[in-house]
RNA sequence: CGGGGUGUAGCUCAGCCUGGCUAGAGCGCUUGCUUUGGGAGCAAGAAGUCGUAGGUUCGAAUCCUAUCACCCCGACCA
Protein backbone atom coordinates (compact mmCIF):
# COMPACT_ATOMS: atom_id res chain seq x y z
CA UNK A 1 0.00 0.00 0.00
CA UNK A 2 1.42 3.39 -0.95
CA UNK A 3 1.15 5.96 1.96
CA UNK A 4 0.25 8.63 0.36
CA UNK A 5 -2.80 6.93 -1.74
CA UNK A 6 -3.94 5.33 1.80
CA UNK A 7 -5.80 6.63 4.94
CA UNK A 8 -3.43 6.59 7.50
CA UNK A 9 -4.22 9.14 9.81
CA UNK A 10 -1.14 9.73 12.15
CA UNK A 11 -1.46 12.04 15.04
CA UNK A 12 1.51 13.63 16.79
CA UNK A 13 -0.07 14.86 19.73
CA UNK A 14 -1.48 12.85 22.46
CA UNK A 15 -5.39 12.73 22.61
CA UNK A 16 -6.68 14.40 25.90
CA UNK A 17 -8.56 11.77 26.83
CA UNK A 18 -6.48 8.62 26.52
CA UNK A 19 -4.52 7.56 29.86
CA UNK A 20 -3.29 4.34 28.87
CA UNK A 21 -0.96 3.66 26.74
CA UNK A 22 -2.07 1.68 24.39
CA UNK A 23 -5.58 3.87 23.69
CA UNK A 24 -3.05 6.64 23.05
CA UNK A 25 -0.83 4.71 20.22
CA UNK A 26 -4.24 3.06 18.65
CA UNK A 27 -5.67 6.69 18.16
CA UNK A 28 -2.19 8.24 17.37
CA UNK A 29 -1.03 5.18 14.64
CA UNK A 30 -4.41 5.28 12.79
CA UNK A 31 -5.88 2.05 14.42
CA UNK A 32 -8.97 3.55 16.00
CA UNK A 33 -11.52 6.42 16.07
CA UNK A 34 -14.02 6.48 19.14
CA UNK A 35 -17.64 6.88 17.81
CA UNK A 36 -19.54 7.31 21.60
CA UNK A 37 -18.54 6.15 24.99
CA UNK A 38 -17.44 3.05 24.27
CA UNK A 39 -18.02 2.43 20.62
CA UNK A 40 -14.80 2.76 18.31
CA UNK A 41 -14.87 2.35 14.27
CA UNK A 42 -11.76 0.51 13.03
CA UNK A 43 -9.70 2.39 10.65
CA UNK A 44 -7.80 0.34 7.57
CA UNK A 45 -4.61 -0.09 9.78
CA UNK A 46 -6.05 -1.56 13.18
CA UNK A 47 -8.75 -3.65 10.99
CA UNK A 48 -5.45 -5.18 9.50
CA UNK A 49 -4.13 -6.10 12.93
CA UNK A 50 -8.14 -7.74 14.17
CA UNK A 51 -7.59 -9.87 10.82
CA UNK A 52 -4.20 -11.19 11.48
CA UNK A 53 -5.26 -11.67 15.01
CA UNK A 54 -9.03 -13.87 14.08
CA UNK A 55 -6.89 -15.92 11.51
CA UNK A 56 -4.18 -17.13 14.36
CA UNK A 57 -7.71 -17.79 16.46
CA UNK A 58 -9.12 -19.39 13.54
CA UNK A 59 -6.26 -22.16 12.78
CA UNK A 60 -6.00 -22.94 16.36
CA UNK A 61 -9.68 -23.14 16.86
CA UNK A 62 -9.84 -25.49 13.60
CA UNK A 63 -7.07 -27.54 14.90
CA UNK A 64 -9.28 -28.49 17.70
CA UNK A 65 -12.09 -29.70 15.96
CA UNK A 66 -14.05 -25.99 16.11
CA UNK A 67 -16.54 -25.31 13.50
CA UNK A 68 -17.18 -21.63 12.54
CA UNK A 69 -20.34 -20.03 13.10
CA UNK A 70 -21.82 -16.79 12.58
CA UNK A 71 -24.56 -16.36 14.78
CA UNK A 72 -27.04 -13.47 14.90
CA UNK A 73 -26.28 -10.47 17.10
CA UNK A 74 -30.15 -9.63 17.20
CA UNK A 75 -32.29 -12.14 19.52
CA UNK A 76 -36.03 -12.88 20.30
CA UNK A 77 -35.70 -11.82 24.06
CA UNK A 78 -38.26 -14.93 24.60
CA UNK A 79 -34.87 -16.90 23.96
CA UNK A 80 -33.11 -15.13 26.95
CA UNK A 81 -36.43 -15.54 29.37
CA UNK A 82 -35.64 -19.20 29.15
CA UNK A 83 -32.66 -19.28 30.62
CA UNK A 84 -33.89 -16.60 32.48
CA UNK A 85 -31.18 -14.07 31.86
CA UNK A 86 -33.26 -11.46 31.02
CA UNK A 87 -33.25 -11.37 34.52
CA UNK A 88 -29.76 -12.19 35.54
CA UNK A 89 -28.24 -9.57 33.05
CA UNK A 90 -30.40 -7.11 34.09
CA UNK A 91 -29.42 -3.22 32.61
CA UNK A 92 -26.20 -4.73 30.97
CA UNK A 93 -27.91 -5.98 27.70
CA UNK A 94 -29.48 -3.83 25.11
CA UNK A 95 -33.10 -3.90 24.38
CA UNK A 96 -34.50 -3.00 21.07
CA UNK A 97 -37.44 -0.40 21.62
CA UNK A 98 -39.49 -1.39 18.78
CA UNK A 99 -39.38 -4.88 18.80
CA UNK A 100 -38.95 -7.78 21.22
CA UNK A 101 -35.26 -8.02 20.76
CA UNK A 102 -32.16 -8.12 22.28
CA UNK A 103 -28.68 -6.99 21.07
CA UNK A 104 -26.79 -10.31 22.32
CA UNK A 105 -24.17 -10.07 24.89
CA UNK A 106 -23.14 -13.74 24.11
CA UNK A 107 -24.14 -16.67 22.82
CA UNK A 108 -25.29 -19.47 24.87
CA UNK A 109 -28.90 -19.29 24.47
CA UNK A 110 -28.68 -19.11 19.91
CA UNK A 111 -26.28 -22.01 20.52
CA UNK A 112 -28.84 -24.38 22.75
CA UNK A 113 -31.55 -23.41 20.31
CA UNK A 114 -29.69 -24.78 17.49
CA UNK A 115 -28.58 -27.72 19.44
CA UNK A 116 -31.96 -28.84 20.84
CA UNK A 117 -32.94 -28.45 17.21
CA UNK A 118 -30.29 -31.00 16.02
CA UNK A 119 -28.70 -32.62 18.15
CA UNK A 120 -30.44 -36.07 18.84
CA UNK A 121 -28.20 -38.80 19.74
CA UNK A 122 -24.65 -39.13 21.88
CA UNK A 123 -23.66 -40.26 18.35
CA UNK A 124 -24.08 -36.77 16.98
CA UNK A 125 -21.58 -35.30 19.72
CA UNK A 126 -18.96 -33.92 20.93
CA UNK A 127 -19.53 -30.81 19.11
CA UNK A 128 -17.17 -27.66 19.28
CA UNK A 129 -19.01 -24.61 17.56
CA UNK A 130 -17.47 -21.31 17.63
CA UNK A 131 -18.07 -17.89 16.21
CA UNK A 132 -16.07 -14.53 15.99
CA UNK A 133 -18.67 -11.95 16.21
CA UNK A 134 -20.16 -8.75 17.73
CA UNK A 135 -21.48 -8.70 21.08
CA UNK A 136 -23.01 -5.42 22.84
CA UNK A 137 -23.17 -5.21 26.63
CA UNK A 138 -24.59 -1.63 28.14
CA UNK A 139 -21.36 -1.12 30.32
CA UNK A 140 -21.87 1.37 33.11
CA UNK A 141 -18.69 3.00 32.37
CA UNK A 142 -16.84 2.26 29.52
CA UNK A 143 -13.07 3.14 29.89
CA UNK A 144 -9.36 2.32 28.74
CA UNK A 145 -10.06 2.51 24.96
CA UNK A 146 -11.40 -0.65 23.61
CA UNK A 147 -10.31 -2.56 26.78
CA UNK A 148 -13.81 -2.08 28.22
CA UNK A 149 -16.12 -1.13 25.20
CA UNK A 150 -20.19 -1.38 24.76
CA UNK A 151 -19.41 -2.97 21.48
CA UNK A 152 -16.57 -5.39 21.06
CA UNK A 153 -15.21 -8.47 18.85
CA UNK A 154 -15.35 -11.80 20.59
CA UNK A 155 -14.37 -15.18 19.42
CA UNK A 156 -16.82 -17.22 21.91
CA UNK A 157 -17.03 -20.93 21.50
CA UNK A 158 -19.20 -23.72 23.04
CA UNK A 159 -18.19 -27.56 23.80
CA UNK A 160 -21.65 -29.60 23.38
CA UNK A 161 -21.04 -33.38 25.28
CA UNK A 162 -22.29 -36.36 25.96
CA UNK A 163 -20.34 -37.01 29.32
CA UNK A 164 -18.30 -34.97 32.24
CA UNK A 165 -15.44 -36.68 30.70
CA UNK A 166 -16.18 -35.29 26.92
CA UNK A 167 -16.40 -32.03 28.62
CA UNK A 168 -12.92 -32.36 30.53
CA UNK A 169 -11.80 -33.08 26.74
CA UNK A 170 -13.25 -30.43 25.32
CA UNK A 171 -12.06 -27.97 28.03
CA UNK A 172 -8.66 -29.04 27.95
CA UNK A 173 -8.54 -28.89 24.32
CA UNK A 174 -9.40 -25.02 24.40
CA UNK A 175 -7.36 -24.47 27.27
CA UNK A 176 -4.04 -25.51 24.91
CA UNK A 177 -5.44 -23.42 21.58
CA UNK A 178 -5.89 -20.21 24.00
CA UNK A 179 -1.93 -20.95 24.84
CA UNK A 180 -1.30 -20.96 21.31
CA UNK A 181 -3.40 -18.42 20.14
CA UNK A 182 -1.98 -15.98 22.99
CA UNK A 183 1.55 -17.07 22.40
CA UNK A 184 1.42 -16.91 18.50
CA UNK A 185 0.30 -13.57 19.25
CA UNK A 186 2.77 -12.20 21.37
CA UNK A 187 1.32 -11.93 24.87
CA UNK A 188 2.96 -12.39 27.87
CA UNK A 189 0.06 -14.01 29.85
CA UNK A 190 -0.60 -16.25 32.54
CA UNK A 191 -3.93 -18.58 33.83
CA UNK A 192 -5.43 -18.21 37.38
CA UNK A 193 -8.15 -20.34 38.64
CA UNK A 194 -11.57 -17.77 39.01
CA UNK A 195 -14.82 -19.01 40.75
CA UNK A 196 -17.02 -19.97 38.18
CA UNK A 197 -19.38 -17.52 39.49
CA UNK A 198 -23.29 -16.60 38.51
CA UNK A 199 -22.17 -18.86 34.95
CA UNK A 200 -22.40 -22.22 37.39
CA UNK A 201 -20.38 -25.19 36.32
CA UNK A 202 -17.63 -26.76 38.10
CA UNK A 203 -14.56 -25.29 36.52
CA UNK A 204 -13.31 -21.77 35.02
CA UNK A 205 -9.45 -20.29 34.27
CA UNK A 206 -8.91 -17.00 33.17
CA UNK A 207 -6.15 -16.36 30.80
CA UNK A 208 -4.76 -12.45 31.67
CA UNK A 209 -2.08 -10.53 31.26
CA UNK A 210 -0.17 -7.83 33.87
CA UNK A 211 -1.47 -4.34 33.77
CA UNK A 212 -1.65 -1.49 35.85
CA UNK A 213 -4.95 -0.48 33.39
CA UNK A 214 -6.41 -4.32 34.89
CA UNK A 215 -9.89 -4.01 36.70
CA UNK A 216 -8.69 -7.56 38.43
CA UNK A 217 -6.37 -8.48 41.24
CA UNK A 218 -4.06 -11.74 41.59
CA UNK A 219 -2.01 -13.20 43.73
CA UNK A 220 0.81 -14.16 41.63
CA UNK A 221 3.74 -16.27 42.51
CA UNK A 222 6.97 -15.70 40.61
CA UNK A 223 8.67 -18.88 41.21
CA UNK A 224 6.39 -22.23 40.61
CA UNK A 225 4.07 -19.65 38.41
CA UNK A 226 0.71 -20.11 41.23
CA UNK A 227 -1.94 -17.85 40.02
CA UNK A 228 -5.11 -16.99 41.30
CA UNK A 229 -7.90 -14.36 41.45
CA UNK A 230 -8.04 -12.81 44.91
CA UNK A 231 -11.42 -13.77 45.03
CA UNK A 232 -10.41 -17.41 45.26
CA UNK A 233 -6.60 -17.22 46.15
CA UNK A 234 -5.27 -18.72 49.71
CA UNK A 235 -1.69 -18.26 50.98
CA UNK A 236 0.98 -20.25 52.93
CA UNK A 237 0.48 -17.11 55.87
CA UNK A 238 0.98 -18.88 59.02
CA UNK A 239 -1.81 -19.36 61.66
CA UNK A 240 -2.46 -18.71 65.24
CA UNK A 241 -0.27 -20.34 68.11
CA UNK A 242 -2.30 -22.25 70.60
CA UNK A 243 -0.68 -21.67 74.28
CA UNK A 244 -0.52 -24.32 76.46
CA UNK A 245 -1.78 -23.48 78.84
CA UNK A 246 -5.60 -21.59 78.45
CA UNK A 247 -5.99 -19.20 81.30
CA UNK A 248 -9.74 -17.63 82.62
CA UNK A 249 -11.37 -15.30 80.36
CA UNK A 250 -10.84 -12.10 81.94
CA UNK A 251 -13.10 -8.56 80.58
CA UNK A 252 -10.86 -5.47 80.25
CA UNK A 253 -11.28 -1.70 80.34
CA UNK A 254 -10.56 -0.33 77.08
CA UNK A 255 -11.54 3.16 76.88
CA UNK A 256 -12.26 4.15 73.22
CA UNK A 257 -10.26 1.45 71.50
CA UNK A 258 -12.53 1.49 67.91
CA UNK A 259 -9.88 -0.61 65.59
CA UNK A 260 -7.31 -3.35 66.12
CA UNK A 261 -4.59 -1.73 65.70
CA UNK A 262 -5.41 0.66 68.80
CA UNK A 263 -6.29 -2.68 70.55
CA UNK A 264 -3.06 -4.26 69.92
CA UNK A 265 -0.82 -0.90 71.04
CA UNK A 266 -3.45 -0.34 74.13
CA UNK A 267 -2.72 -3.78 75.64
CA UNK A 268 1.08 -4.04 73.66
CA UNK A 269 0.39 -7.25 72.20
CA UNK A 270 0.49 -8.54 68.72
CA UNK A 271 -2.00 -8.25 66.21
CA UNK A 272 -2.28 -11.82 65.52
CA UNK A 273 -3.98 -11.95 69.42
CA UNK A 274 -6.61 -10.41 68.46
CA UNK A 275 -9.68 -11.34 66.59
CA UNK A 276 -11.53 -9.08 64.85
CA UNK A 277 -15.28 -9.57 65.20
CA UNK A 278 -17.52 -8.74 61.48
CA UNK A 279 -21.54 -9.17 61.59
CA UNK A 280 -23.33 -10.37 58.10
CA UNK A 281 -26.78 -10.72 57.10
CA UNK A 282 -27.17 -13.84 55.11
CA UNK A 283 -30.02 -15.04 54.36
CA UNK A 284 -31.76 -12.65 56.52
CA UNK A 285 -29.67 -14.53 59.29
CA UNK A 286 -27.00 -12.58 61.42
CA UNK A 287 -23.66 -14.08 61.00
CA UNK A 288 -20.56 -13.42 63.35
CA UNK A 289 -17.56 -13.87 61.16
CA UNK A 290 -13.70 -13.69 63.15
CA UNK A 291 -10.14 -12.74 61.18
CA UNK A 292 -7.06 -12.75 62.81
CA UNK A 293 -5.77 -9.52 63.52
CA UNK A 294 -6.19 -7.11 60.48
CA UNK A 295 -6.86 -9.61 57.85
CA UNK A 296 -9.22 -8.77 55.23
CA UNK A 297 -12.23 -10.43 55.00
CA UNK A 298 -12.91 -11.57 51.27
CA UNK A 299 -17.13 -11.10 50.37
CA UNK A 300 -16.84 -14.11 47.13
CA UNK A 301 -15.11 -16.13 49.89
CA UNK A 302 -17.82 -16.09 52.33
CA UNK A 303 -20.41 -15.88 49.42
CA UNK A 304 -18.95 -19.13 48.97
CA UNK A 305 -18.84 -20.66 52.58
CA UNK A 306 -22.42 -19.68 53.48
CA UNK A 307 -23.70 -20.45 49.95
CA UNK A 308 -25.85 -17.78 49.82
CA UNK A 309 -25.61 -13.74 49.52
CA UNK A 310 -24.78 -11.53 52.40
CA UNK A 311 -24.14 -7.86 53.01
CA UNK A 312 -22.54 -6.60 56.14
CA UNK A 313 -24.46 -5.27 58.91
CA UNK A 314 -26.04 -1.75 59.23
CA UNK A 315 -24.75 -0.04 62.95
CA UNK A 316 -28.01 0.12 64.28
CA UNK A 317 -28.27 -3.42 63.54
CA UNK A 318 -24.94 -4.44 65.39
CA UNK A 319 -25.86 -2.48 68.42
CA UNK A 320 -29.35 -4.54 68.57
CA UNK A 321 -27.99 -7.83 67.68
CA UNK A 322 -24.86 -7.55 70.24
CA UNK A 323 -24.82 -4.80 72.65
CA UNK A 324 -22.38 -2.71 71.60
CA UNK A 325 -21.17 -0.77 68.65
CA UNK A 326 -18.32 -1.68 66.09
CA UNK A 327 -15.07 -1.80 67.76
CA UNK A 328 -16.36 -3.69 70.77
CA UNK A 329 -17.71 -7.18 69.42
CA UNK A 330 -16.99 -10.36 70.12
CA UNK A 331 -18.11 -14.19 70.83
CA UNK A 332 -18.63 -14.39 74.14
CA UNK A 333 -22.38 -12.30 75.67
CA UNK A 334 -24.22 -12.00 72.15
CA UNK A 335 -27.92 -10.45 72.36
CA UNK A 336 -29.14 -12.52 69.23
CA UNK A 337 -28.34 -16.28 67.99
CA UNK A 338 -25.32 -16.01 65.60
CA UNK A 339 -24.19 -18.49 63.10
CA UNK A 340 -20.69 -18.48 64.20
CA UNK A 341 -17.85 -19.14 61.81
CA UNK A 342 -14.10 -18.00 61.74
CA UNK A 343 -11.72 -17.78 59.70
CA UNK A 344 -9.11 -21.14 59.01
CA UNK A 345 -6.03 -19.25 60.62
CA UNK A 346 -7.75 -19.25 63.71
CA UNK A 347 -8.98 -22.56 64.18
CA UNK A 348 -8.28 -24.03 67.80
CA UNK A 349 -6.31 -20.92 68.52
CA UNK A 350 -6.47 -19.87 72.39
CA UNK A 351 -5.32 -16.90 74.49
CA UNK A 352 -7.32 -14.65 71.88
CA UNK A 353 -8.65 -10.92 72.66
CA UNK A 354 -12.22 -9.72 71.26
CA UNK A 355 -14.80 -7.21 71.99
CA UNK A 356 -16.88 -7.98 75.27
CA UNK A 357 -20.37 -6.91 73.28
CA UNK A 358 -20.39 -3.72 75.71
CA UNK A 359 -19.14 -0.93 74.38
CA UNK A 360 -15.21 0.26 75.64
CA UNK A 361 -14.84 -3.21 77.03
CA UNK A 362 -12.61 -6.35 75.48
CA UNK A 363 -12.05 -9.63 76.85
CA UNK A 364 -8.57 -11.43 76.56
CA UNK A 365 -7.73 -15.53 77.23
CA UNK A 366 -10.52 -16.06 74.82
CA UNK A 367 -10.43 -19.90 73.78
CA UNK A 368 -12.00 -20.81 70.62
CA UNK A 369 -12.45 -24.53 71.47
CA UNK A 370 -13.52 -23.61 75.36
CA UNK A 371 -15.28 -20.40 74.92
CA UNK A 372 -17.02 -20.09 71.45
CA UNK A 373 -19.13 -22.40 69.73
CA UNK A 374 -17.71 -22.23 66.32
CA UNK A 375 -20.05 -23.18 63.26
CA UNK A 376 -17.09 -23.91 60.70
CA UNK A 377 -13.61 -22.38 59.94
CA UNK A 378 -13.55 -21.53 56.11
CA UNK A 379 -10.92 -19.91 54.42
CA UNK A 380 -12.00 -16.32 54.36
CA UNK A 381 -8.96 -13.65 54.40
CA UNK A 382 -7.69 -11.83 51.23
CA UNK A 383 -4.15 -12.86 50.46
CA UNK A 384 -1.84 -9.99 50.54
CA UNK A 385 1.53 -9.12 48.96
CA UNK A 386 4.25 -10.55 50.05
CA UNK A 387 2.76 -13.67 51.79
CA UNK A 388 4.39 -17.52 51.14
CA UNK A 389 2.94 -19.10 48.39
CA UNK A 390 0.62 -22.06 49.41
CA UNK A 391 2.67 -24.46 47.06
CA UNK A 392 6.40 -23.09 47.32
CA UNK A 393 6.83 -20.57 49.85
CA UNK A 394 8.10 -17.61 47.60
CA UNK A 395 6.46 -14.49 48.67
CA UNK A 396 3.24 -14.23 46.49
CA UNK A 397 2.97 -10.22 44.14
CA UNK A 398 -0.50 -8.96 44.02
CA UNK A 399 -1.37 -7.58 40.41
CA UNK A 400 -3.61 -5.96 38.54
CA UNK A 401 -4.80 -7.57 35.43
CA UNK A 402 -6.36 -7.95 32.41
CA UNK A 403 -8.66 -10.53 31.30
CA UNK A 404 -8.04 -11.94 27.61
CA UNK A 405 -10.32 -14.60 27.79
CA UNK A 406 -12.21 -16.63 30.44
CA UNK A 407 -13.34 -20.65 29.89
CA UNK A 408 -15.75 -22.15 31.57
CA UNK A 409 -16.81 -25.63 32.24
CA UNK A 410 -21.04 -24.60 32.05
CA UNK A 411 -22.21 -28.39 32.55
CA UNK A 412 -26.64 -29.05 32.23
CA UNK A 413 -27.24 -25.23 33.15
CA UNK A 414 -28.64 -24.06 29.31
CA UNK A 415 -29.38 -27.41 28.39
CA UNK A 416 -31.61 -28.13 31.42
CA UNK A 417 -33.53 -24.57 31.13
CA UNK A 418 -34.33 -24.65 27.66
CA UNK A 419 -34.67 -28.37 27.08
CA UNK A 420 -31.45 -29.18 25.34
CA UNK A 421 -31.67 -33.24 25.35
CA UNK A 422 -29.84 -36.42 23.72
CA UNK A 423 -30.44 -40.02 23.77
CA UNK A 424 -27.77 -41.44 25.68
CA UNK A 425 -26.50 -45.35 24.52
CA UNK A 426 -28.63 -46.63 26.68
CA UNK A 427 -31.95 -44.47 24.98
CA UNK A 428 -32.38 -42.45 27.64
CA UNK A 429 -32.69 -38.82 27.42
CA UNK A 430 -30.00 -36.96 28.68
CA UNK A 431 -29.10 -32.96 28.61
CA UNK A 432 -26.02 -32.13 26.74
CA UNK A 433 -23.09 -31.18 28.60
CA UNK A 434 -21.40 -28.15 27.80
CA UNK A 435 -18.89 -25.66 28.16
CA UNK A 436 -18.47 -21.72 26.81
CA UNK A 437 -15.15 -20.13 26.20
CA UNK A 438 -14.41 -16.63 24.87
CA UNK A 439 -11.24 -14.57 23.67
CA UNK A 440 -12.17 -10.70 23.30
CA UNK A 441 -10.49 -9.49 20.25
CA UNK A 442 -9.81 -5.98 21.15
CA UNK A 443 -8.06 -6.72 24.23
CA UNK A 444 -5.57 -8.84 22.66
CA UNK A 445 -4.89 -6.39 20.39
CA UNK A 446 -4.67 -3.33 23.11
CA UNK A 447 -2.15 -5.58 25.81
CA UNK A 448 -0.32 -6.60 22.95
CA UNK A 449 0.67 -2.70 22.45
CA UNK A 450 0.52 -2.91 26.45
CA UNK A 451 3.06 -5.01 26.74
CA UNK A 452 4.95 -4.21 23.08
CA UNK A 453 5.45 -0.11 22.74
CA UNK A 454 7.95 2.23 23.25
CA UNK A 455 8.27 6.60 23.71
CA UNK A 456 8.11 6.36 19.64
CA UNK A 457 5.47 4.10 19.20
CA UNK A 458 4.17 0.64 18.77
CA UNK A 459 6.51 -2.21 18.48
CA UNK A 460 4.52 -5.19 15.83
CA UNK A 461 5.21 -8.64 16.43
CA UNK A 462 5.86 -10.71 12.66
CA UNK A 463 2.75 -12.31 13.14
CA UNK A 464 -0.07 -9.35 14.02
CA UNK A 465 1.68 -6.68 12.22
CA UNK A 466 -0.83 -4.62 9.73
CA UNK A 467 2.74 -4.94 7.41
CA UNK A 468 5.24 -7.13 6.91
CA UNK A 469 7.67 -4.43 5.94
CA UNK A 470 7.79 -0.53 6.35
CA UNK A 471 9.57 0.90 3.03
CA UNK A 472 10.51 4.92 3.43
CA UNK A 473 11.52 6.28 0.30
CA UNK A 474 13.64 9.41 1.96
CA UNK A 475 14.14 11.66 -0.73
CA UNK A 476 11.49 11.96 -2.94
CA UNK A 477 12.83 14.51 -4.81
CA UNK A 478 15.68 12.15 -6.11
CA UNK A 479 15.46 10.59 -9.37
CA UNK A 480 17.15 7.43 -8.24
CA UNK A 481 15.95 7.00 -5.20
CA UNK A 482 12.75 7.28 -6.11
CA UNK A 483 13.15 4.59 -8.91
CA UNK A 484 14.90 2.53 -6.75
CA UNK A 485 11.84 2.92 -4.23
CA UNK A 486 9.22 1.87 -6.81
CA UNK A 487 11.20 -1.05 -7.89
CA UNK A 488 11.66 -2.69 -4.41
CA UNK A 489 7.86 -1.74 -3.53
CA UNK A 490 7.03 -3.70 -7.20
CA UNK A 491 9.62 -6.63 -6.13
CA UNK A 492 8.67 -6.87 -2.62
CA UNK A 493 5.00 -7.22 -3.35
CA UNK A 494 5.69 -9.43 -6.12
CA UNK A 495 7.47 -11.56 -3.28
CA UNK A 496 4.10 -11.88 -1.35
CA UNK A 497 5.58 -9.61 0.82
CA UNK A 498 2.63 -6.82 2.30
CA UNK A 499 4.74 -3.47 1.85
CA UNK A 500 3.64 -0.41 3.89
CA UNK A 501 4.91 2.05 1.29
CA UNK A 502 5.87 5.54 2.45
CA UNK A 503 6.39 7.19 -1.47
CA UNK A 504 4.84 10.88 0.21
CA UNK A 505 6.83 13.86 -1.65
CA UNK A 506 5.70 16.45 0.44
CA UNK A 507 7.06 15.56 3.78
CA UNK A 508 10.29 15.36 5.27
CA UNK A 509 12.04 12.35 5.82
CA UNK A 510 12.05 13.17 9.65
CA UNK A 511 8.21 12.75 9.41
CA UNK A 512 8.25 9.71 7.42
CA UNK A 513 10.99 7.95 9.94
CA UNK A 514 8.59 9.44 13.24
CA UNK A 515 5.66 7.77 11.27
CA UNK A 516 7.31 4.27 10.81
CA UNK A 517 8.40 4.20 14.46
CA UNK A 518 4.97 5.02 15.68
CA UNK A 519 3.29 2.57 13.25
CA UNK A 520 5.77 0.54 14.55
CA UNK A 521 6.41 -2.51 11.31
CA UNK A 522 8.92 -4.65 12.79
CA UNK A 523 11.21 -4.22 9.87
CA UNK A 524 11.94 -0.45 7.87
CA UNK A 525 13.53 -0.48 4.68
CA UNK A 526 14.56 2.73 3.78
CA UNK A 527 16.06 4.03 0.85
CA UNK A 528 18.23 7.19 0.73
CA UNK A 529 20.43 8.28 -1.40
CA UNK A 530 23.89 8.81 0.87
CA UNK A 531 24.06 4.97 0.79
CA UNK A 532 22.09 4.56 -2.68
CA UNK A 533 25.86 5.61 -4.00
CA UNK A 534 27.48 3.22 -2.54
CA UNK A 535 24.52 0.48 -3.73
CA UNK A 536 23.45 0.14 -0.49
CA UNK A 537 20.14 0.06 1.19
CA UNK A 538 19.87 0.28 5.22
CA UNK A 539 17.16 -1.83 7.21
CA UNK A 540 15.96 -1.15 10.58
CA UNK A 541 14.66 -3.60 13.63
CA UNK A 542 11.63 -1.92 15.09
CA UNK A 543 12.38 -3.75 18.03
CA UNK A 544 15.94 -2.68 19.03
CA UNK A 545 16.81 0.00 16.65
CA UNK A 546 19.45 -1.95 15.09
CA UNK A 547 20.40 -0.80 11.41
CA UNK A 548 22.89 -1.88 8.76
CA UNK A 549 22.94 -1.63 5.40
CA UNK A 550 22.54 -4.86 2.56
CA UNK A 551 23.71 -4.62 -1.20
CA UNK A 552 20.85 -3.28 -3.33
CA UNK A 553 21.15 -6.94 -5.30
CA UNK A 554 20.72 -8.50 -1.92
CA UNK A 555 17.35 -6.80 -0.15
CA UNK A 556 14.56 -9.00 -1.28
CA UNK A 557 16.45 -11.76 -0.55
CA UNK A 558 17.51 -10.26 3.40
CA UNK A 559 13.70 -9.24 3.53
CA UNK A 560 12.63 -12.24 2.74
CA UNK A 561 14.61 -14.47 5.11
CA UNK A 562 13.47 -11.71 7.53
CA UNK A 563 9.67 -11.84 6.71
CA UNK A 564 9.40 -15.93 5.95
CA UNK A 565 12.27 -16.83 8.84
CA UNK A 566 11.84 -18.03 12.66
C1' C B 1 -26.10 5.26 40.14
C1' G B 2 -22.67 8.52 43.63
C1' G B 3 -18.21 11.94 43.52
C1' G B 4 -14.88 14.98 40.50
C1' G B 5 -13.45 17.22 35.81
C1' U B 6 -13.88 18.96 30.72
C1' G B 7 -16.76 20.90 26.36
C1' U B 8 -13.74 27.44 22.49
C1' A B 9 -10.87 26.09 14.58
C1' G B 10 -9.41 19.20 12.23
C1' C B 11 -5.90 18.33 16.95
C1' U B 12 -3.66 20.28 21.72
C1' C B 13 -5.08 24.30 24.50
C1' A B 14 -5.29 29.88 26.34
C1' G B 15 -9.21 33.42 27.39
C1' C B 16 -13.93 32.55 31.97
C1' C B 17 -12.43 33.94 38.49
C1' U B 18 -13.10 40.11 37.97
C1' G B 19 -18.90 40.49 31.53
C1' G B 20 -16.90 45.35 27.33
C1' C B 21 -13.96 46.90 20.63
C1' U B 22 -13.55 42.48 15.11
C1' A B 23 -12.47 35.47 20.08
C1' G B 24 -6.65 33.91 20.24
C1' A B 25 -1.97 30.64 20.00
C1' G B 26 0.76 26.28 18.43
C1' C B 27 0.23 22.20 15.29
C1' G B 28 -2.56 20.61 11.00
C1' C B 29 -5.04 22.20 6.21
C1' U B 30 -4.98 25.18 1.07
C1' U B 31 -1.77 27.98 -2.63
C1' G B 32 3.16 29.58 -4.18
C1' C B 33 8.48 29.55 -3.72
C1' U B 34 12.51 27.36 -1.14
C1' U B 35 13.99 22.89 1.59
C1' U B 36 14.78 17.17 1.89
C1' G B 37 18.48 11.42 6.75
C1' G B 38 14.71 12.21 12.58
C1' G B 39 7.90 15.68 13.06
C1' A B 40 11.42 22.11 7.65
C1' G B 41 11.53 27.91 6.17
C1' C B 42 9.16 32.24 4.12
C1' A B 43 4.70 34.46 2.18
C1' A B 44 -0.45 34.50 1.44
C1' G B 45 -5.08 32.10 2.78
C1' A B 46 -9.38 29.14 4.47
C1' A B 47 -11.41 27.57 8.89
C1' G B 48 -15.07 28.52 15.23
C1' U B 49 -23.67 28.84 15.91
C1' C B 50 -17.44 29.39 22.14
C1' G B 51 -21.73 21.64 23.38
C1' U B 52 -27.28 22.86 23.41
C1' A B 53 -31.57 25.58 25.36
C1' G B 54 -33.31 29.27 28.36
C1' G B 55 -32.35 33.39 31.75
C1' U B 56 -29.77 37.97 33.94
C1' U B 57 -27.68 42.43 31.51
C1' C B 58 -27.20 48.23 27.53
C1' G B 59 -23.76 44.16 26.46
C1' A B 60 -22.43 36.98 27.78
C1' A B 61 -17.23 32.33 25.61
C1' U B 62 -17.25 34.76 30.59
C1' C B 63 -22.60 35.21 35.47
C1' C B 64 -27.30 31.97 36.66
C1' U B 65 -30.62 27.62 35.53
C1' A B 66 -31.55 23.32 32.87
C1' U B 67 -29.89 19.77 29.56
C1' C B 68 -26.56 16.77 26.48
C1' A B 69 -21.79 14.68 25.51
C1' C B 70 -17.02 12.95 26.90
C1' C B 71 -13.09 11.70 30.58
C1' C B 72 -11.43 10.18 35.60
C1' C B 73 -12.46 7.82 40.67
C1' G B 74 -16.04 4.66 43.02
C1' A B 75 -20.28 1.11 42.67
C1' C B 76 -21.09 -2.62 38.82
C1' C B 77 -18.56 -6.20 35.53
C1' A B 78 -21.87 -14.07 32.49
Redesign the pocket.
Known amino acids: MRFSKGFFP???????????PS?QLMI?AGLIR?L????FSFLPIGYAVMKNVMQIIREEMDAIGGQEFCLPALNPVELWEESD?VR??GD?MFHVKNRALVLA??HEEVITSIARNHIRSYKDLPQIWYQIQT?F?N???????VL?GRQFN?K?SYSLDASQEGLDNSYDLHAEAYKKIYSRCGLHFFIVGAS?????GSGSQEFMVESEAG??TVALCDSCHYAANVEVASSGVAPAIRTKESHAIEEIFTPNIKTIDQLAEFLKVGTDRCAKSLVYIGDGKPVLIFMMGNDQLNETKLRTALGTDARAAEPEELSSLTGADAGSIGPIGLKANFTIIADKRLEGANGLISGANKNDYHIRNIDFNRDVKIGSYYDLRTVEQGEPCLKCSKPLRIVKGIELG?I?KLGTKYSVSMKANFLDDQGKEQPIIMG?Y?IGLERIIACFIEQHHDA??IIWSKSIAPYDIHLIC?????ETVVAKSEELYRMLTETHISVLYDDR??????????????LGMPL?V???????KNNQI?L?ERLT?K?WTVAVDQLVGEVKNRVFGS
Open positions: TVKEVPSDAIIHRPGAGIRSFTPTKREPRPKSGRMDSGAMGEDHFSGSGVNANSTNVTPGFKFNDADLQIVGEKNLEKGR
